[in-house]
């Protein structure tokens, strides 16, 4: 057996040793009247302290190595096919090289150098696809070269090329100083202190951001979005970084670093709502904190990030909604259900997988309603309940979901706020939500990273965002959970199971229906899927193994030693496998002996 096959087996063995507490407390529930210690819920002074220091530990580890905070800003605007651009060169040159950054728009250049000015020798095209948008790319070149004096490049299309870097036989970039150009060209060589080493994550687009950074830099810009097969809000949101650092690696994923941060306080509040106390509360907190999809995930410019955090945001609100008590004169559970309501529609207008999480909210309030309804809850308080949710989570989200369309609406030449009361914005939304519609029922293309619902469960397939290799070095990273996470998620959730049959455990039954909300409707989905769709009901996992801690914690004298002891282990394996969560170089064989746990994991 490999190292590898080691820890994973080692990781199992101490998954049945967590359970085996677990199955004590529960068997010492049963034998005594209450717990050994009551957990209070109020959030106090050493919650503030244990949440404090779990968030900036995190924020200083995601925010490192996020990317450069450095790449062209102005861009060579080449606005027909045939407009082309021409620098000469001090003196003849053999080029060894030539580096470019792409900017807006999509087509390719044709590229000919020559050593008079009138007999032009074509090189292979620069080409500025889809997927090389905002990324540095290395031009081919002819294999035999003769000194060249002048370049000319050439757009097939309406273009934006951002930087050009050329470099000399040896190697060695020229400076922009020896050459000579027009001032339309001007923008290709003003920012050379931008030009990197090489091409690699840090200072370009990856994954999906070739389609979400690209669509959050057109909203800045006021150009009609190309990726519409996913509602507005979160590219806005995306927008948002890119306004205050700039279109740099940094501004675009600056966003979801930030609201990857900002779900830790609260997660920390549910949980604390959940089970009481601060050590079950910070070391959950802890454990989500440094789960690998947590990390990976919100440091990539795409949505999903959003779309969890205003799950997490609905769900915390409709706790507190349903522990207060509604037949009060106080009448507190109107705010908690509002907040909810408007956190649904928020998730909603950035990704629609939180329709899922909608419909385990009225799972919920739904039970709830039939609980009060057998207690007696008079019939005016029902009715006002249902009008109020008839507001907060049909009206309000899609007034949200309706007003989050601007950009398109802007970019088509409307403009607000009368746009909105328009047949031409109406058509707009309602012509593009077909369109998300049908594109998303007819995904079907084939990845290599591909992977269906019941591999994420058992963590069988990670998607691999990053691969370079340099020699016996190679950087990488991908999306998928801490096994630890994984594993003993997936057994406390079966406990979760136990305990809505056998006690009626309504903490339990939270669980449960929203992590049955976020995965049910995936089994019955027939596109193309991938791992970091599982990235919500981790979630659900977490709390899950908070719901096992907190039976630990009230029926066990000795806790703290599996409590403290799986956090540790959670936080060791973030550290383990970080080379493979953040892109760092690393030997290839460290991958191969030490991260390939099980056979498809791409390490």
């Given at each position: 057996m490999t190292v590898a096959g080691v820890f994973a087996v080692a990781a199992i063995f101490f998954i049945f040793v967590i359970s085996a507490c677990f199955v004590r407390a529960l068997e010492a529930g049963y034998d005594i009247h209450g717990p050994v210690r009551a957990a209070g819920r109020h959030f106090c002074r050493r919650d503030a302290l244990a949440l404090g220091i779990i968030t900036v530990c995190y924020t200083a580890t995601a925010f490192t190595g996020l990317g450069d905070t450095a790449a062209p800003q102005s861009f060579?605007?080449?606005?027909?096919?045939?407009?082309?651009?021409?620098?000469?060169?001090?003196?003849?040159?053999?080029?060894?090289?030539?580096?470019?950054?792409?900017?807006?728009?999509?087509?390719?250049?044709?590229?000919?150098?020559?050593?008079?000015?009138?007999?032009?020798?074509?090189?292979?095209?620069?080409?500025?696809?889809?997927?090389?948008?905002?990324?540095?790319?290395?031009?081919?070149?002819?294999?035999?070269?003769?000194?060249?004096?002048?370049?000319?490049?050439?757009?097939?299309?309406?273009?934006?090329?951002?930087e050009l870097a050329l470099y000399d036989a040896e190697g060695g970039l020229i400076s922009s100083d020896s050459l000579t150009y027009s001032g339309g060209t001007a923008a290709l060589f003003d920012e050379q202190d931008t030009i990197p080493e090489s091409p690699g994550y840090l200072n370009s687009t990856y994954f999906d951001e070739i389609y979400h950074a690209r669509t959050a830099y057109e909203n800045v810009q006021n150009v009609y979005p190309y990726e519409i097969t996913h509602p507005p809000l979160g590219k806005l949101i995306i927008a948002a970084g890119i306004k205050l650092f700039g279109m740099t690696p940094f501004g675009w994923r600056f966003s979801g670093t930030l609201f990857g941060a900002a779900m830790l306080p609260v997660i920390y509040l549910l949980l604390k709502r959940l089970f009481g106390g601060t050590a079950v509360p910070a070391c959950c907190t802890v454990i989500f904190a440094f789960d690998f999809m947590h990390f990976v995930q919100t440091r990539i410019a795409t949505i999903d990030t959003y779309a969890v955090f205003f799950i997490l945001l609905m769900y915390l609100f409709m706790y507190i909604y349903l522990r207060t008590d509604k037949d009060s004169a106080r009448r507190g559970w109107r705010l908690p259900l509002a907040l909810s309501g408007i956190s649904f529609g928020i998730g909603c207008a950035c990704k629609w997988t939180c329709i899922y999480a909608g419909a385990g909210l009225a799972v919920l309030w739904l039970l709830d309603r039939i609980f009060r309804t057998r207690r007696g809850c008079g019939a005016k308080e029902a009715v006002q309940n249902i009008l109020w949710c008839l507001v907060f989570f049909v009206a309000v989200p899609l007034g949200i979901y309706y007003v989050s369309y601007w950009p398109y609406g802007t970019s088509s030449g409307l403009s607000?706020?009368?746009?909105?009361?328009?047949?031409?914005?109406?058509?707009?939304?309602?012509?593009?939500?077909?369109?998300?519609?049908?594109?998303?029922?007819?995904?079907?293309?084939?990845?290599?990273?591909?992977?269906?619902w019941y591999e994420w469960v058992l963590d069988i397939r990670p998607i691999l965002y990053y691969l370079e290799y340099d020699g016996d070095m190679r950087s990488s990273f991908g999306a998928f959970l801490n096994p630890l996470v994984c594993w003993m998620g997936l057994a406390a959730m079966l406990f979760m199971v136990y305990l809505v049959a056998a006690r009626r455990d309504k903490r339990a039954l939270f669980i449960l229906v929203g992590y049955l909300a976020q995965l049910v409707p995936w089994v019955f989905v027939t596109r193309t899927t991938y791992e970091y769709h599982y990235f919500p009901s981790m979630v659900f996992l977490v709390l899950a193994i908070g719901r096992v801690f907190a039976e630990m914690r009230d029926y066990l004298p000795r806790w703290r030693r599996p409590v403290f002891g799986f956090t540790a282990a959670c936080t060791a394996l973030f550290v383990m496998f970080y080379p493979v969560l953040s892109g760092a170089w690393i030997p290839a064989q460290y991958g191969a002996y030490f991260l390939k746990w099980l056979p498809r994991w791409p390490f």
């Open positions: 060579c605007k080449f606005t027909a096919r045939g407009q082309y651009a021409l620098i000469e060169l001090s003196e003849p040159t053999t080029l060894g090289g030539i580096m470019y950054y792409t900017g807006l728009h999509t087509g390719a250049y044709r590229l000919e150098f020559s050593s008079d000015g009138e007999n032009w020798v074509d090189q292979p095209e620069m080409e500025q696809s889809y997927a090389d948008l905002f990324k540095w790319i290395e031009a081919e070149l002819n294999e035999e070269q003769e000194p060249v004096r002048y370049l000319r490049i050439t757009a097939d299309s309406c273009l934006w090329l951002g607000a706020p009368s746009m909105f009361f328009s047949r031409e914005y109406l058509d707009i939304v309602t012509d593009n939500n077909k369109y998300m519609f049908s594109y998303h029922s007819g995904i079907s293309s084939t990845h290599p990273y591909s992977s269906r």
